[in-house]
C-alpha cells in the first residue's frame, strides 16, 4: 500500500487521498519497520489526508476494512490494507511473490477474505466512510462526480446483478448512537440454521 499511495500521489496531483487510522494503532507503529517514516512522508503531501480516528469507546476500534475509489469502486473484508497480506489461494509454503514490499523478505502463509463490489454497492459503502470521516474530523468529504469506471480488467466478477447489504458495529460515543447490525444478523442466521452452524476465527485462547 505504502509505494502504491506514493506512486499515486506523485503521477496523479489531481486525486485526494484520505486515510482513517485507528488510534490505538499508532502505538504500534514505531514498532513496524519503516512505517513511522513512510506515514511521516504521507503526513507532509498536501494531497494525503490522514487522520487517527479516536471517536470510540476506550479500548475499541470500529474494525472496518474499506478502500472506495471514487463511489465506482470499494473493497471490503476482514484484511488489512497493508503489507504482508497477499497471497494465492494454494497458500504453498514457498511462494515466489509473498515479500515484504520494501525488504523483499518473504512471508509466512496468509489466509483472509475481501469483496470488490461496483454500483449501488460501491456508492452505499462511499456514504459509509464519509460518515466515518465526517464523525473522527467534523469535516464533509465532497461526493466524487467523476463518472469513471476504475473495475480492474482483470479481475472478472463473482457476481453480477445481485443485492447486496451492509451490516455494521458501532460503539456509542457522545452524540454517535450504538448500531449492532452484525449482531443482529449473525443471530438470525443461527436461527435459521437447520444442521451445522461452521464458524472460522482467529486467535482463540482456550480457558478453564
Sequence with gaps: MGPLLSWVSKHRPELNIYILCWDEGMISVLGRGTTFFRMLRWALDPRISIKWDSSHPLDASHHQKILVIDDAI???GGIDITGDRWD???HRDHEPGRKRPFTGRAYEPWHDAIMAVDGDGASALGDLARIR???ATGKTLPVPAT?????PK???PTFRDVNVAIA????AEGPVEEVREIEALFADLIACAKQHVYVETLNISPRA
Excluded at 168 to 171: L, S
Design 74 to 76: 470499494a473493497f471490503c
Design 88 to 90: 494465492t489461494r494454494d
Design 133 to 135: 470521516w465526517d464523525i
Design 147 to 151: 463518472g469513471s469506471d476504475p473495475w
Design 154 to 156: 482483470e479481475l472478472k
Design 168 to 171: 455494521r458495529t458501532r460503539g
